[in-house]
Structure formats: C-alpha cells, structure tokens
C-alpha cells in the first residue's frame, strides 16, 4: 500500500516547490539520496529532468512518475509482495514515457527510459539495490488504465 501510495502530483509536474541542488557527496551516500521537499524523487533526478525538459510538461510527468517509481524499487522491496508493487509502479511510469514519445519511436522511447534509469542508479551502491530487489521477482498483470499518475491530456505541451 505504501508503494502504490506514492504518486505525483501536477505541482510536482509544475516545479511548485522544487529543491535546491542537493550536495554531490551527501546525496550520493546512501541510496536514497536527499529529497528535500518530500515528494519521493530524489533531488537531483528532479532538477535534472526539469533542466532537460523546461518547456515539456507531459514529458516531466512521465519522466518524475517512472523516476519515483524506480526509486521505489530500490529502497522499499524487501519480498515478493513489495516487488509486485514497485515492479506494477515502474511499469506504469515506463508505459507513461510510452505515451509522451511522438509517433511511438521506440528508440525515443528507450532513450527517455534508460535516461531516467541511469539518473536514478548513478552509483554502484544504487546499481547494487536494485539488482538485489530483482531477487524477489515474481509475475504479475499490469492493467492497461490509468497509466500516468498525472492525466496528459490537461498539460499544455
């Protein structure tokens, strides 16, 4: 429930609140990095999307859903139950990059995708917890409804 709990929100979207640059080292400690303004996105992938996609919101949306979602993969799953729910959550925000990709170009797509993939595990400690999470791999159905936490169709660009 805690997993599924954690979405964004259009001010997330929006930059309403969005953090100061988190320091290198400090953030870099542990795995889940500094989040300052408790949103569930570690500071530095929120401002590095924004500093990517400043004039696309639907693109920021997807990109901050699956990021979250990722992180979540790395600092909640502790058994087979935990990975249902962030594995369900990451694709989610996987499939919400889906839907911001013009044309459906799949290398577009995975471009966006491992993007936030490589901003979220930038060290070998954060590597090292999500591939631990995969320990507890198991299957599971992924609804194809509400996909994004934010709805596309209401962001100007």
């Not at 408790?38 to 990517?52: C, P």
Request: glycine share 4%.
């Amino acid at each position: 429930a805690e997993i599924h709990a954690q979405k964004i929100t259009l001010a997330d979207v929006m930059g309403a609140s969005l953090p100061p640059a988190p320091d290198k080292a400090e953030n870099d400690a542990t795995v889940a990095g500094i989040d300052k303004n408790n949103n569930g996105i570690r500071d530095d992938v929120e401002l590095a999307i924004f500093k990517k996609y400043p004039n696309s919101a639907k693109i920021r949306a997807a990109e901050l859903q699956y990021a979250m979602a990722t992180q979540l993969m790395m600092t909640k799953v502790n058994n087979a139950e935990t990975w249902i729910a962030a594995a369900e959550e990451t694709s989610r925000g996987n499939a919400c990059i889906g839907r911001t990709v013009p044309d459906k170009n799949l290398q577009t797509y995975v471009a966006r995708s491992e993007e936030v993939e490589q901003l979220v595990r930038n060290t070998p400690e954060r590597k090292i917890a999500n591939d631990r999470a995969y320990n507890f791999t198991t299957s599971f159905g992924l609804p194809n409804t509400d996909i994004c936490n934010v709805d596309l169709t209401v962001l100007p660009n």
